[in-house]
């Protein structure tokens, strides 16, 4: 599966960015999608998980209630909404894919998208 990230830019405190994610290469509905991020001199770390149909989806608890991850199968899409923006949501953004949902763990991913930087100022 080929990944390529987008929507990323700048944007201040408390506003909105949608990220999205467009697959190509095999049957997009089969993978479970998520989205990492990692600052500079951090870990890359999960975001957001959604299953390969969107009923299941599971979040970080710093994105809980501001983030919300889903997806298009028709058009091979994955999605980040992400609102109430804060300073430390600051990073690259990756998305990723795996066969099986519930992993958290970039480990877990087995195809990756090339990132897209997200700045939020304070």
């Known amino acids: 599966v080929q990944l390529q990230a987008s929507g990323g830019g700048l944007v201040q405190a408390g506003g909105s960015l949608r990220l999205s994610c467009a697959a190509s290469?095999?049957?997009?509905?089969?993978?479970?999608m998520g989205w990492f991020r990692q600052a500079p001199g951090k870990e890359r770390e999960f975001v957001a998980g959604i299953s390969s149909s969107g009923v299941s989806t599971d979040y970080a608890d710093s994105v809980k209630g501001r983030f919300a991850i889903s997806r298009d199968n028709a058009k091979n899409t994955v999605y980040l909404q992400m609102n109430s923006l804060k300073p430390e949501d600051t990073a690259v953004y990756y998305c990723?894919?795996?066969?099986?949902?519930?992993?958290?763990?970039?480990?877990?991913?087995?195809?990756w998208g090339q990132g897209t930087l997200v700045t939020v100022s304070s």
């Open positions: 990723a894919s795996r066969i099986r949902y519930g992993g958290t763990w970039p480990k877990d991913y087995n195809y």
């Open positions: 290469g095999r049957t997009f509905s089969n993978y479970a």
